[in-house]
């Protein structure tokens, strides 16, 4: 998983499934942080045709071919059609968020992404890696304190 974090954070154009039109969203909060990082995000939502000024993304399949990486913000019912449909179209990698409650992944979406070679991360908020402050002290806290994915622990 740390291979796929690496390319996460070198990767300069990320999709984002699940930013709403509601502008109180979680991933309406990421694609602005990621857009101070000089990052070119893609917002993927079916419903809506622009959010905040950028044009969406009805599926991932109508992404510009530059993007490779895709992070899911959305309830994990939606996450197992969702890497299904990055498996089908130029996505390389998902990123499952996780953040206060249950986060984005399922257990099937895991397991395809296993069964099919599709690299993926779960278990983090992208902001650990991603941002700075208090989101950095947070990731500390939880690498020990024992409370990230197992395969993030092997030094």
């Known amino acids: 998983m740390k291979k796929t974090i690496d390319q996460f954070l070198k990767d300069k154009h990320i999709a984002i499934a699940g930013v ?61 059609q969702l890497v299904i449909d990055a498996k089908e179209s130029e996505i390389e990698r998902v990123w499952f968020q996780r953040g206060v409650g249950k986060g984005s992944a399922s257990p099937e979406a895991i397991a395809y992404c296993k069964e099919n070679g599709l690299d993926y991360v779960y278990g983090l908020c992208p902001m650990m890696e991603f941002g700075t402050g208090l989101h950095k002290v947070h990731y500390w806290m939880r690498r020990n304190f024992g409370k990230i994915p197992g395969e993030l622990k092997v030094a």
Not at 67 to 73: D, E, G, N, P, Q
């Open 20 to 80: 709403s039109r509601n502008k109180t969203k979680w991933g309406n909060a990421l694609m602005k942080e990621l857009g101070k990082l000089d990052i070119t995000t893609y917002p993927v939502n079916p419903h809506a045709r622009e959010i905040e000024g950028k044009k969406c993304y009805n599926d991932l399949k109508s992404l510009p071919a530059e993007v490779k990486s895709l992070i899911i913000a959305t309830k994990p019912e939606a996450a197992l």
